[in-house]
């Protein structure tokens, strides 16, 4: 996935949100510093919301229930994925991949999962804490390998 793709699928998804919230144009307008003419333009397709303000939105409703079924979870590790071109946090504690993640593989204490919705590569530990994201499967594959010559 690409910052384009993911604005698109945000953009997708604005009207939705927007109603599930219960807020009307002018109030998600105000909520997301934009004007009402904007996101009407947004919401008919006719422009797009652009980096900042979906991530201003998805940051502002990561509750959403749109949202989540959209990415598979909560796109905030999608937004720090895409932002940061792989990325690693040590500490996140997961769920483990109950819901939205398929097992690839296991490497020593280490296991790769792979995003069912959005595609998105992940390295958790033995304790179920993301080690590193990434949507190159080369990338995670060669940390996965590094990580277990640390130890």
Known sequence: MKKEEFINMVDEKLKLIRNE???????????????????????????????????????IFKDSEVLQMTFGGDPQDIILTLAFDGYEVG??????????????????????????????????????????SSFEEEYIYDRLKELNQDK
């Open 21 to 59: 919230k219960g807020y009307t144009q002018d109030k998600m307008a105000e909520v997301l510093g934009i004007s009402k003419k904007t996101l009407v333009q947004a919401e008919k397709r006719r422009s797009s919301l652009g980096w900042a303000h979906a991530v201003a939105l998805c940051t």
């Open 91 to 132: 500490s996140h504690k997961t769920m483990g991949g109950r819901i939205w993640w398929k097992d690839i593989t296991k490497m020593g204490n280490y296991q790769v999962q792979k995003n069912i919705i959005s595609k998105y590569y992940r390295i958790l530990d033995e304790e179920d804490r993301r080690m590193v």
